[in-house]
């Protein structure tokens, strides 16, 4: 063989990333210390149904310390699968990440709930955590459309809280959430188009965009919650909510239906946008479209994509989606607007977004997760658990650290994110 013929024959490099194994035996080990450093006796009651189910799954009792430990081994054992893969030049699989968080989590459950006073209620841990999970989910589905269309968008707190200020305005006044949930969309679409005049049309840097924009809507709304919200709270800060709409048939699955159909119109309707969203992206010319912006504008424009056009669209779209996640806090969380009541949730469905690497059906996962470490720290406390409050409530940050350093491995954003284009 010539050396002109071994020259030309492709060669692959593959690279190897440590990661996913050093962060998975991290996780391991941690979660070993608390029932080899602090065991507890007695048995954790884990409970699977509500008191409405008309098929009641028996509630599942095991022993806190010997369970925690067995799921610690499984983790262990994950982990080292996931270091041989490594050191064969091969990614650990997303099913084997899901068995090492499920099989944690349990554990970390167990050890918590032994002995202790009361019952862990699955069902309203799971149905709690997918409620506070919602606005997360719209602010990240708004969030990957945008960058998508490659326009950065830090502004999904402010998108959030002008919609929860707006809702909960035009709700007080029409006496319907329904026109609540308009205007939520509309002051949403409103904050991102100030973010696609600035970032789209004058090539301002679009961090410093989303950032000067969530300053903004934070003072605004505080202000005009003090000047005239406050002192006309009768008329115009109390909300008729949203009420839980069981869905007949589909709510009384076992487990499944108290948890996903046992939910308000805001979180059918989230269901019914994350498929949207995906299907459009993957599936549709709107889809295609706006990737192509995303990764080489410059191509697009040469086959005939108007470039600013299709940005200015999908930042708009993603701006009304983030809205309706601010409804959520108005007009199903708590009936009246209170200043920065999202308390950063635009910052955390951002990190949803790097950690989904950009998809919609993995930053919805990212989303529920969060959703589920934030409702952990209140069901716990219920129950009488040793863990400290203050470590529930950082929780969520936590598990955002660990999975935006690379608990997936490597996010790439699109390739014009946050990249400005002058026609030439």
């Not at 999904?156 to 205007?183: D, K, M, R």
């Amino acid at each position: 063989m010539s050396v002109q013929t071994l020259e030309a024959q492709p060669r692959t490099v593959a690279v190897v990333s440590w990661k996913t194994p050093i962060i998975l035996a991290v996780a391991t080990v941690l979660v070993a210390l608390l029932p080899l450093l602090v065991p507890r006796s007695g048995d954790a009651t884990f409970r699977f149904a509500a008191g409405t189910d008309a098929i009641r799954v028996p509630d599942i009792i095991v022993p806190g310390t010997a369970a925690a430990l067995l799921c610690v081994l499984i983790g262990a054992i994950v982990t080292v699968i996931s270091f041989v893969r490594a050191a064969r030049r091969r990614t650990t699989p997303l099913w084997l990440v899901a068995v090492f968080a499920i099989a944690l989590i349990f554990g970390f459950l167990a050890w918590a709930a032994a002995g202790s006073t009361g019952t862990l209620p699955m069902i309203s841990l799971l149905s709690g955590a997918l409620a506070l999970a919602t606005p997360l989910i719209f602010g990240a589905l708004g969030g990957v459309i945008g960058e998508r269309a490659g326009v950065v968008n830090i502004a999904i707190e402010a998108q959030l809280l002008a919609g929860a200020f707006s809702a909960a305005i035009v709700a007080s006044l029409a006496g319907t959430p329904w026109a609540g949930l308009v205007a939520a969309m509309v002051a949403g679409l409103l904050v991102a188009l100030v973010l696609g005049v600035f970032a789209i049309t004058y090539y301002v840097d679009q961090v410093i965009v989303g950032v000067v924009l969530n300053v903004l809507v934070i003072g605004i709304t505080t202000f005009l919650f003090r000047q005239v919200l406050a002192p006309n709270q009768a008329t115009l800060n109390t909300v008729e909510p949203f009420k839980r709409l069981a869905i007949p048939g589909l709510s009384e699955i076992p487990v499944i239906g108290p948890i996903l159909f046992r939910q308000t119109i805001v979180v059918y309707l989230m269901y019914v946008i994350v498929f949207v969203v995906w299907y459009g992206m993957y599936r549709t010319r709107w889809g295609l479209r706006m990737r192509a912006v995303g990764e080489h504008p410059q191509a697009a424009d040469t086959v005939g994509i108007n470039v600013a056009r299709t940005r200015y669209m999908n930042v708009l779209i993603a701006g009304a989606i983030a809205g309706m996640g601010g409804a959520f806090y108005t007009l199903v969380s708590v009936p009246r607007f209170n200043p920065e009541m999202t308390a950063g949730a635009g910052f955390i469905a951002l990190a949803a977004v790097i950690f989904g690497k950009w998809d919609p059906i993995k930053a919805t996962l990212a989303a529920l997760l969060f959703g589920f470490a934030t409702n952990l720290q209140s069901v716990l406390s219920v129950i009488g658990s040793p863990v400290p409050s203050q470590f529930m409530l950082m929780l969520p940050y936590i598990v955002t650290i660990f999975a935006v350093a690379g608990l997936v491995g490597r996010s790439r954003p699109p390739a014009a994110d946050g990249e400005p284009y002058i026609k030439s």
